[in-house]
């Protein structure tokens, strides 16, 4: 198969990631893709840097079995702790979702001189520091505040996004942010876009949210065309978000993931595949339940 019409591989530690997926499809809707959410294995935002170093290189690896041309890391904290060692193992580009955010974060912010950035994500993301550097790569002036905002994970999957309670718990965790005035805070969580109102309604409507899943989208769009690996035709004459052009592959809960799914994109995906990724070629399928 001509490289260009190859898939895109995507894993994320379970469903957050599919709010990247969507920002892909929208940006390019010539392009199929394979995704694959670890299940079995999530959370990593709370989880050391050698496990997740770990769980990232074996999800990797099976998605370079399944003959992807490039690679996006959509979860935020193997994004935050793995990238290197995935580059380095894995023969193929690999897109993570920190450099983009943090870049955009600096692209947007108004006060171009001392540019204040926010960043809300999983303790271990936040830990990690890897978005306060990327910020400080692309700006070495700017001021930079952190926080992590683990139940903002769990609110998402039930779909919490009006409830007073998740109104309360932002309040409660963004409120250090709120005094620090931030031009831009970015949403360094796979899960974070879909309490998008919740979370401008409670910093304010000047701050600029900034979607990593979105800027990250922008970034593979030019990296597929500088290398001539973007497919320029359109695979099927109705694409639509999870049809049968894209293939999902979960480690465990297939039900769970599914329902989640529906929840996030407003349809479950087509192709779900129960899978398990550990042990390299020892493949085995799951038995659908
Ligand atoms: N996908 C993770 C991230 O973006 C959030 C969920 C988890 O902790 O695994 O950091």
């Known amino acids: 198969m001509a490289d260009n019409k190859r898939p895109i591989g995507i894993f994320d530690s379970g469903v957050g990631g599919l709010t990247v ?19 079995a294995r999530v959370p990593y935002g709370t989880k050391s840097m050698a496990t997740v170093e770990r769980y990232a290189l074996e999800n990797s690896e099976f998605l370079a079995s399944r003959g992807i041309k490039m690679l996006v890391v959509a979860c935020n904290t193997a994004s935050a702790l793995a990238l290197p060692t995935i580059r380095e193992k894995i023969g193929l580009d690999v897109a993570g979702v920190i450099g983009p955010g943090g870049r955009k974060a600096v692209e947007i912010t108004k006060n171009k001189e001392k540019p204040r950035i926010g960043v809300i994500a999983t303790e271990a993301t936040v830990i990690s520091n890897a978005y306060f550097e990327a910020i400080r790569r692309a700006s070495e002036t700017a001021e930079v505040m ?34 620090f005035r931030p031009d831009a805070l970015v949403l360094g969580c796979t899960h974070y876009p879909i309490l998008k109102d919740v979370i401008q309604q409670t910093i304010g409507p000047d701050v600029k949210l900034v979607d990593s899943g979105e800027a990250t989208a922008d970034e593979v769009a030019d990296l597929l065309f500088d290398k001539g690996l973007a497919n320029l035709e359109p695979v099927t004459a109705s694409r639509r978000l999870c049809d049968d052009m894209d293939h999902f592959y979960v480690t465990d809960a297939a039900e769970r993931f599914s329902r989640v799914a529906e929840r996030f994109l407003g349809i479950p995906p087509k192709r779900l595949e129960a899978i398990e990724v550990y042990g390299g070629d020892e493949l085995r399928q799951k038995p659908d339940r």
């Open 146 to 179: 952190q926080k992590g905002c683990p139940l903002f994970v769990p609110l998402a999957e039930e779909n919490w996004t009006r409830e007073p309670e998740t109104f309360s718990i932002a309040a409660k965790y963004l409120a250090d942010l709120k005094e």
């Open 21 to 39: 997926y969507r920002a892909l499809h929208e940006r390019l809707p010539n392009e199929r893709f394979i995704y694959l959410g670890d299940t």
